[in-house]
């Protein structure tokens, strides 16, 4: 499966971003993750959702900020970030991988279809 990404750009502190992954396969089943890395430091995961149901998960850092959302009819992932603080600045990326998310949401290993990333920058 391709992903795009789109949404990103340069925002005040406070501010808000939706970022969007479109996916190239017609009601994709799987778990879709918004994962982020940061200049020096490792991908993590920030948020992940099944495409079958509402089920979601959550880093710790952004629960309560940021809100991850489908809408299958458009093939789209989206994550809604409120209250961006510089400490959010990253490039973010969308992936998949088929099945359920379970444990294994916030490990960038166990995706193999990635975006190319988008850049958020928060000041």
């Known amino acids: 499966v391709q992903l795009v990404e789109s949404g990103g750009g340069s925002v005040q502190a406070g501010e808000s971003l939706k970022l969007s992954c479109v996916s190239s396969v017609f009601a994709y089943r799987g778990c879709m993750v918004w994962f982020r890395q940061a200049p020096g430091k490792e991908r993590e995961g920030v948020a992940a959702?099944?495409?079958?149901?509402?089920?979601?998960y959550y880093a710790v850092s952004v629960k309560g900020r940021f809100t991850i959302s489908r809408d299958n009819a458009k093939n789209t992932v989206y994550l809604q970030m409120n209250s961006l603080s510089p400490e959010d600045t990253a490039m973010y990326y969308c992936a998949a991988a088929p099945g359920l998310c379970g444990g294994r949401w916030s490990r960038a290993s166990e995706f193999f279809s990635w975006g190319q990333g988008t850049q958020v920058t928060v000041s």
């Open positions: 959702i099944y495409t079958g149901s509402d089920y979601t």
